[in-house]
C-alpha cells in the first residue's frame, strides 16, 4: 500500500472475539503519520463496509414480504382482465397494496440511502490506500470486492424492484 510503504497481510478469519486481524509490515522510511493514516483507513473500511451491510439486512428483512405483494399485484393485474370481478373490491385491494408498498418504502429509503453513502466511502477509502499485489497475492481491496459487491448489487436491485413494485401498484399507473 501507499507505495509499497506498507504491506498488510491476513486470512481474513473472523477470531473467536468476533475481530479480523491483520499484520502490517511498515518500510522503515514510512512515518507514524503515514503508518497512522493506514491504519485509519484500514479501520475506516472495515467499519462503513459494515455499516453498509445493514442494508442487506433490510433487504432480507423486506424479501418474504415483498415477494408476498409482488404476487398479490400480479393476481390482481390479471383479475382486473375478467369480467366477474367487483371493480370496488379491486379498487380496494389496490389501495391497501399501495399502501403497504409506500410503507415497505418509507421504512427503506433512510437504510437504501445510508448503504449507498457507505459503499461510495468504503470505495473511496479503498483508492487511497493505493495497492499493489505483493508476491501475486490478491490485494485486501480485491478480497473485499469479491464478496461485497455481489451484497451491495443484491441492495440496489431490491431498491430497484421496490420501486418497480411501487409503479406498479400505483393507481395511477394502472388506470
Partial sequence: MLDSA??????????????????????????NRRVGRVVQRICELETYKSMSMLGFSKVKEMSG?????????????FNMTGRDNSAETTLHALLRVSAELESQSAKSAFRFAATKAYEAIVSQRGQVLREERFQGLQTFQEFTTRRYEPTMQTVKATELRL???TDRGDLGEIS
Fill in 6 to 31: 506498507v504491506v498488510t497481510g491476513g486470512d481474513f478469519r473472523i477470531d473467536s472475539a468476533g475481530h479480523l486481524r491483520l499484520a502490517l509490515f511498515v518500510d522503515q522510511g514510512a512515518g
Fill in 163 to 165: 420501486t418497480d413494485m
Fill in 65 to 77: 414480504e415483498m415477494n408476498r405483494i409482488d404476487a398479490e399485484i400480479n393476481q390482481l393485474i
